[in-house]
């Protein structure tokens, strides 16, 4: 019935009245990112048969977790034209300020064109990659002001199911991961 703009900020919030089908109306509150979308990457080495994960604070819950490589999709992600995939090319360059790694091969890990919704209150969907053999970077994009990033390198597919299962890791980073593994188990990478 209407979106109303109640907050904004870095992220806004939307009052969002919808009438079901039934006749019933009900009032939400929406996490708009004010972005195209986001991706997450899982990045595996396949000499080593490990991953490389960031740890980082997380200030809905106040806490540092383990995830992937992730971001949103924004103005400075547009540089390439209309032919370009913006959220590959948002994913590279995640990849590069988050792990420092650039390069290597890439597999979209949901059908071309097809994106996840992040939350059922949240307007952002979600891109997943993986990437193998990527190269570390020497001198990589900065950060973004408000990340404190880890670097964590040579997780096994074993460590990462206990941070998951161990509620060390976000549900967007779990989910990916998951997603990677079962990529990684299909190309013959892990069995």
């Known amino acids: 019935m209407s979106d109303e703009v109640v907050y904004s900020r870095w992220r806004k919030i939307l009052r969002r009245i919808v009438e079901f089908p039934n006749g019933k109306v009900v009032d939400y509150d929406v996490i708009d990112e004010k972005s195209q979308g986001g991706v997450t990457i899982f990045a595996w080495n396949s000499k080593t ?6 740890k980082e604070y997380n200030p809905g819950c106040h806490r540092r977790l383990y995830g992937t490589a992730a971001g949103l999709i924004e103005e400075k992600h547009e540089s390439r034209g ?52 990527a190269q570390h970077v020497v001198d990589p994009r900065p950060l973004d002001d408000e990340e404190d990033i880890e670097i964590i390198t040579d997780i096994t597919i074993d460590e990462i199911f206990g941070l998951i299962q161990n509620g060390k890791m976000n549900l967007v ?12 188990r299909e190309l ?3 069995k």
């Open 49 to 54: 048969k490990r991953a490389t994960l960031v």
């Open 188 to 190: 013959g990478e892990i």
């Open 82 to 133: 209309n032919d370009f995939d913006i959220a590959k090319m948002a994913a590279q360059c995640e990849l590069e300020e988050e792990c420092h790694l650039k390069g290597g091969t890439w597999y979209r890990l949901t059908s071309e064109g097809s994106t996840v919704p992040m939350d059922k209150y949240v307007v952002t969907e979600i891109t997943p990659y993986l990437v193998v053999d």
């Open 173 to 184: 980073g779990g989910w990916a991961s998951m997603l990677a593994i079962e990529k990684l």
